[in-house]
């Protein structure tokens, strides 16, 4: 199983500034790398995949880059419906799994 | 407009069983697969079923393997997942999500069924 980690746990940021969250697969898991944002109480809801194509109707402030075993979303300037938790997940191996997550809460 | 509804959750005791429905809507259900995908209070997101668009292959995580078991109608557009002796560490919310093929996402959730398990 390809363990997924993600960096920093929590990341504080005023509203405006740019957010880069990091995560890393255990084995390479070549582009087939998805982001999630959560609100609580919510599902998840896919922001992005195959690294780096953002979902339907997601923002442009978004953006994922990244190959192989590192990878990272940017949020450009965050606006205050972007506090929440980002989770990432590979889905190149079976079984598919999840990083431990990042809350990006305001600074 | 895509919809995944669950229902079914509640409060069950340690040991026994509870059946979890996804009701589907807005999409060509025969045409996915279909996961479970559930998470414990306060942590993250944890793999745990799957069955192919047919039915005809399923899968499940180690953690729920012999306990749990996925099946689907596609006539009544409608996942399942038969959850059985039920422990502490069941205790969670339950997502099915829908995949599109194995070098696909989820792309979409349901809102979740929240099943407590305790005496």
């Known amino acids: 199983e390809i363990v997924m980690t993600q960096s920093p746990a929590t990341l504080s940021v005023s509203p405006g500034e740019r957010a880069t969250l990091s995560c890393r697969a255990s084995q390479s898991v070549s582009s087939n790398l998805a982001w999630y944002q959560q609100k609580p109480g919510q599902a998840p809801r896919l922001l992005i995949y195959g690294a780096s194509t953002r979902a339907t109707g997601i923002p442009a402030r978004f953006s994922g880059s990244g190959s192989g075993t590192e990878f990272t979303l940017t949020i450009s300037s965050l606006q205050s419906e972007d506090f929440a938790v980002y989770y990432c997940?590979?889905?190149?191996?079976?079984?598919?799994?999840f990083g431990p997550g990042t809350k990006v809460d305001i600074k | 407009e895509v919809q995944l509804v669950e229902s079914g959750g509640g409060l069950v005791q340690p040991g026994g069983s509870l059946r979890l429905s996804c009701a589907a809507s807005g999409f060509a259900f025969s045409s996915y697969a279909m996961h479970w995908v559930r998470q414990a209070p306060g942590k993250g997101l944890e793999y745990i079923s799957a069955i192919s668009s047919s039915g005809g292959s399923t899968y499940y995580a180690d953690s729920v393997k012999g306990r749990f078991t996925i099946s689907r109608d596609n006539s009544k557009n409608t996942l399942y997942l038969q959850m059985g002796s039920l422990r502490a560490e069941d205790m969670a919310v339950y997502y099915c999500?829908?995949?599109?093929?194995?070098?696909?996402?989820?792309?979409?959730w349901g809102q979740g069924t929240l099943v407590t398990v305790s005496s």
């Open positions: 999500a829908r995949r599109a093929g194995s070098g696909y996402p989820y792309d979409y």
């Open positions: 997940q590979q889905y190149n191996n079976w079984p598919p799994t």
